[in-house]
């Protein structure tokens, strides 16, 4: 990576034990596809292996992956038992004992022992060196790969088709109309076993915590069984970063967990991470908490778990990284761009749905405006693409450290910071002892850490104005991922149980059949915001028009009631399926902590919920169909590549290309070694 021949590893790179013979994969993505980079390739490849069973590997690093093992192990997770027996298969399937996988404490100490007996040269000499049953597979991109399939799918059915005799195409004829009876059918849940609503508690976990504070800022304390972890996260509020500092937020999130610090240059705080600590976890949290559509908030939300042992050391790397980031090695900063660049232009497919989303939000409320991830994405590969069309990108890489530097000071002032603390309440003074070391070194080292802003107006932009979307994105892809946006009641209202019921039954009972099992489309659905958006969804989707007509027909089935009561019941137990899900314990209490939410608060949706009727539900759908009448819903497609003379150019429709400058050369030049 670091000399310029691939920008990024391939997914699955490493041991894969899961079928009967097991594979080690090296492997990297967006590469010059010709043959002379392809052979410097698998020559790096074998000279690294080389050099490994040579000099072996450092110790430090040896505990930094054992320690991660360990950490990944005793973590409590949702599904827990679910994951261990899937886990047993590999073992059961390798002839071993499935009941191994609970001896992590044992493997452990036997491969700190057989390491000092060399075992991983033997290993290299064994399986990579000395091992014949090697595979190598190229993988090249094909602009005309979508077109040639359509007409290979063409052919195929006219074959088809033209083999095909009177009788067997009304044999075919007869088996699609039984097929739509049986999809336009009604279907019995009573067949299954299920739950009722006579199942659902009547009252709620409460989360219990105490709270103290450190200097100004507020500690949150959460006693919960974890398994012997400690979980701290700190939430950072954003209302008073500067507006030319804000567009570098997401990139902050990206990098902060990969810089080093003013003690320690970012290989060998990563390695001290690994070994103490899960790593660092950065969420830009954006929502809003009233019913206005100008109203926004946003704070980062910074995660690290470590291993009760590993206290002290794991809270002096904390107040590292949270005291003095370092973003001054322009090198490194110029990988990261690479390489997050690089993953997000490969990832626009993949990601479709969520920028549909977000884009479709960010017409309807500043919230989504604020951080709207499309753009944000642009703005880091525009940067990319900036530094490779510059012959001399020092300047901008000097920048950006100065104003990421000058960004991290405005986040880690004393009345932006609370701290929030999981685990096990014998432990929470030392933790408490550190978290004051912690306070003490953000107020040392950064000179705005007691600047007092809270007497600033914060929150709404008065100039904000809806904007009614109705955008085509092309993309790579062959199919539609749709969305449609309206307002709808958030977290703040007494509404929101039943718009969440709402949501479900639009979901299970209308726009499934109609999306998914009719039109093909791979899922789809409607969510009710906590935000105050009510989204409609569908991706995978072969269909365009005839999906929005089915949103409004689905709508406007539960506004005329076309429901009975059992589909009802149906829709509230699936709401409670979100509002009692399995928190694991190092999750619970932590909506209160980031946005306030209050155990009466969720207590009241889930009563609005269970209790509302019909007639109710049918209220909240005319609300819905209100705005679409009126136009004032939000349309977003990430779709196939349109045809000059596609017809949905002349319906309304705005068609731009995001991310047309990433031409291949886009990856070609950064296949070359960094430049500064």
């Known amino acids: 990576m670091c000399s310029g021949l691939a920008p990024a590893y391939i997914p699955g790179v490493g041991y894969d034990m899961s079928t009967k013979q097991g594979t080690f994969s090296f492997g990297v993505s967006n590469i010059v596809p010709s043959k002379e980079n392809i052979k410097l390739i698998e020559k790096a490849i074998e000279d690294t292996i080389k050099q490994v069973h040579k000099e072996g590997i450092s110790e430090d690093k040896l505990e930094a992956q054992l320690h991660s093992i360990e950490l990944q192990v005793k973590k409590t997770r949702e599904h827990w038992g679910l994951g261990t027996i899937s886990n047993m298969l590999s073992y059961t399937i390798h002839d071993g004992n499935p009941l191994d996988v ?32 090697k595979l190598v597979i190229q993988m090249l991109p094909d602009s005309l790969k979508a077109e040639n399939d359509k007409m290979k799918e063409k052919i195929m059915l006219k074959s088809i088709e033209d083999r095909m005799k009177d009788d067997d195409k009304q044999k075919l004829i007869h088996e699609a109309i039984e097929l739509k009876k049986d999809q336009e059918s009604i279907q019995d849940p009573d067949q299954l076993p299920g739950l009722s609503l006579s199942d659902i508690p009547s009252k709620i976990e409460a989360i219990e915590h105490t709270r103290s504070n450190i200097g100004e800022v507020p500690v949150y304390w959460f006693e919960q069984p974890t398994n012997g972890i400690t979980h701290i996260r700190v939430k950072l509020n954003l209302s008073h970063v500067p507006a030319e500092l804000r567009e570098l937020i997401p990139m902050y999130c990206q990098f902060l967990p990969e810089v080093g610090t003013k003690n320690y240059d970012y290989k060998k ?22 019913a206005a559509v100008d109203d926004s908030q946003q704070n980062l939300i910074i995660s690290v778990s470590f291993l009760d042992r590993n206290i002290d050391k794991a809270m002096t790397y904390l107040s590292e990284i949270l005291s003095t980031p370092n973003f001054d090695d322009t090198v490194h900063l110029a990988d990261m761009i690479k390489t997050t660049s690089v993953d997000i232009a490969n990832n626009i497919g993949n990601n479709s749905l969520q920028y549909g989303m ?11 405006r604020n951080n709207e991830k499309l753009s944000s994405d642009i ?28 960004l991290a000071s405005h986040v880690m002032r004393e009345e932006n910071i609370s701290f929030a603390v999981t685990g096990d309440k014998k432990k929470f003074k030392l933790v408490d002892l550190k978290l004051q070391m912690i306070h003490n070194a953000i107020i040392n080292e950064n000179s705005r850490a007691q600047e007092k802003l809270n007497h600033l107006p914060v929150g709404g932009n008065s ?12 993309t790579p892809l062959n199919v539609n991922n749709c969305v449609e946006s309206f307002i709808g009641p958030g977290y703040y209202s007494k509404d929101y149980g039943t718009a969440l019921v709402t949501a479900n039954l639009l979901t299970h009972e209308f726009l499934h059949p109609l999306i998914r099992e009719k039109g093909g489309a791979y899922g789809s659905g409607c969510s009710a915001n906590e935000n105050g958006t009510f989204n409609f969804y569908s991706f995978w989707d072969p269909k365009l028009d005839a999906t929005y007509n089915n949103f409004e027909k689905s709508i406007q089935h539960v506004c005329d009631m076309e429901f ?19 928190l694991e314990p190092s999750l619970k209490g932590m909506l209160h902590f980031t946005r306030g939410y209050t155990d009466e608060d969720r207590s009241n949706h889930r009563i609005t919920a269970l209790d509302c009727n019909k007639e109710l539900v049918s209220d909240m759908a005319k609300t819905i169909m209100a705005q679409l009448e009126k136009g004032n819903s939000s349309r977003v497609v990430f779709g ?19 991310l047309e400058f990433l031409s291949s050369s886009y990856f070609d030049k950064y296949n070359k070694p960094t430049q500064l």
């Open 640 to 658: 196939a590549q349109l045809n000059e003379d596609d017809e949905i150019r002349s319906n309304g429709w705005k068609v731009e290309k995001p």
């Open 269 to 290: 705080f990563h390695t001290l991470m690994q070994t103490r600590t899960s790593g660092i976890d950065i969420q830009n949290d954006k929502y809003s908490l009233t």
């Open 463 to 474: 100039d904000f104005k809806q904007l009614f979307y109705q955008n085509y994105f092309e």
């Open 564 to 582: 009975d009561d059992k589909q009802l019941e149906q829709a509230k137990l699936a709401t409670f399926q979100k509002f009692d899900k399995v």
């Open 358 to 368: 977000s884009y479709a939000s960010a017409g309807l409320k500043q919230f989504a």
């Open 102 to 133: 609970f001896k992590l404490n044992e493997f452990l100490q036997k491969i700190r022992a057989d390491y000092k007996n060399n075992l991983f040269s033997k290993l290299i000499e064994k399986y990579f060196l000395s091992n014949p049953h």
């Open 379 to 406: 703005f880091l590969c525009q940067m990319g693409a900036e530094v490779l069309n510059t012959s001399n990108p020092k300047n901008i890489y000097n920048d950006l450290i100065v104003n990421l530097t000058d």
